[in-house]
């Protein structure tokens, strides 16, 4: 008998202690407070496992494997960027096509420019949006060294979209590999973007070697991508992010210099609208409209006027007829998500023999930034409590509110105008 027979055999058994044939990832713990960069740049990690989880990480990318690693904003999927064969990897344990560009993270300047054609000028708008953002959530658009980068990065695009974060244990990966990393979000095709360790390993545990554990996100969504390299001198936001756009322009507005024209600042579908880049992304996360959960997502519009002809339903009813409507489980366990301060905050939940609440909270009215770092978790676990339907109450857009609403509205399936 061959081994093939006998490792499938052991295998299907579960026997503690054999090798299974499925390995699931390693969660590597690392300790971003352990680390920390001398004023010249210099990298220092004080905790000898923090330093053994990254050189394990590097070995296995420098050896063209895939690894989850922490960012600020979520966690990431990382390979070597310059190697086409090693961010290949990437679309495939994702289970997505290679038909989206991915961000390229970077942990210094010299290594910005090694992907950038030696004759481009860095315009004076982005200078000052890195000086103040980087390390940070702002991915940019540069125009990219087609003989360095390749084009399954790119998609076929003349620009590359490059960001330098600050989480740092990522400045430290990237540091340490001397390369930059390509990381598009660390979920599998259509799940929300996990902002922990433990849900990249329920997602993907199955298809990865090693994920570096670094605790929690603290913002929550991913970067904002923005394009300043348009003929009209705009900046155009292609997608709303942890940097918001208030402070963008504020920045622009405080730091350029004065003999400089400050530049608009335009969000993409709010202020304008763009049908061929709809139609054919070249933008890190334009593409996949619908990254939902796998239960139906509601949005519950409490703020915005309704579209013609839509009449708001008064709560009480609406939600009554949730558990109401044919073919839905008894007790149905609907999950809400609402700001505490908010008009369905407020309102106290009907006691309903054939319903269930599942609650979850988005913090203040006043500080969305909450809202954003708890977004994503707070989907997954309701998922995971096993609701049936979720309802996410509107919220504001402005400042983190507008990337909020921005990844509320991919993730719904439907909108019902409500009053409370
Ligand atoms: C692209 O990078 C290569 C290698 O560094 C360099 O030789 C080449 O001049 C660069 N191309 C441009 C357009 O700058
Ligand atoms: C993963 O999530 C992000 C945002 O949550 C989304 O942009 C992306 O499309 C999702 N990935 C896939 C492959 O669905």
Redesign the pocket.
């Known amino acids: 008998m061959g081994s093939f027979p006998r490792k499938f055999w052991f295998g299907s058994l579960h026997i503690a202690g054999l090798r299974p044939t499925m390995t699931l990832a390693q969660i590597l713990k690392c300790d971003p407070s352990s680390v920390s960069f001398t004023p010249s740049g210099r990298l220092e990690i004080s905790s000898p496992e923090t330093l053994q989880s990254l050189q394990t990480a590097v070995r296995h990318l420098k050896s063209r494997h895939p690894v989850v690693f922490p960012t600020e904003t979520v966690y990431g999927l990382g390979a070597l960027a310059l190697d086409p064969i090693a961010s290949s990897l990437i679309f495939s344990t994702k289970g997505r096509p290679a038909d989206n560009p991915l961000i390229v993270h970077v942990s210094s300047m010299q290594m910005l420019h090694?992907l950038?054609?030696?004759?481009?000028t860095i315009p004076h708008s982005y200078r000052v949006l890195m000086t103040r953002f980087w390390p940070g959530g702002l991915t940019l658009l540069f125009p990219s060294?087609?003989?360095?980068v390749p084009s399954v990065i790119t998609a076929q695009q003349p620009t590359v979209a490059v960001r330098m974060p600050s989480h740092l244990i990522a400045r430290a990966l990237i540091t340490l590999t001397d390369a930059p990393i390509a990381a598009p979000s660390a979920n599998s095709s259509g799940t929300p973007s996990p902002t922990t360790a433990e849900h990249v390993f329920l997602d993907l545990g199955s298809k990865l070697g090693y994920i570096l554990d670094g605790g929690p996100c603290a913002v929550g969504v991913e970067s904002t991508v923005i394009d300043g390299l348009n003929e009209d001198g705009s900046i155009r936001v292609l997608r709303p992010g942890g940097v918001t756009v208030e402070n963008i322009e504020r920045v622009l507005k405080e730091d350029l210099p004065d003999d400089q024209h400050i530049p608009r600042v335009l969000v993409h579908r709010r202020d304008y609208s763009d049908e061929v880049l709809e139609a054919a992304p070249t933008t890190p996360g334009m593409k996949y409209r619908h990254y939902s959960p796998s239960v139906p997502v509601t949005l519950l519009m409490t703020i915005s006027p309704p579209p013609t002809g839509v009449i708001p339903q008064d709560i009480h009813s609406y939600l009554t007829t949730l558990s109401s409507t044919p073919n839905t489980p008894s007790p149905t366990r609907v999950g809400v998500m609402f700001l505490t301060d908010s008009p369905l905050g407020t309102y106290h939940l009907p006691h309903l023999n054939s319903v269930e609440w599942h609650r979850y909270e988005l913090g203040p009215k006043s500080d969305p930034s909450i809202a954003a770092r708890r977004l994503f978790n707070g989907l997954l676990s309701l998922e995971r409590e096993g609701v049936h339907t979720i309802l996410i109450e509107e919220i504001e857009e402005v400042k983190e509110g507008l990337a909020v609403m921005n990844r509320v509205q991919k993730a719904a399936t439907q909108s019902s105008w409500v009053y409370v």
Request: charged share 20%; net charge neutral; glycine share 0%.
């Open positions: 090694r950038i054609p030696n004759d481009f060294n087609s003989s360095i």
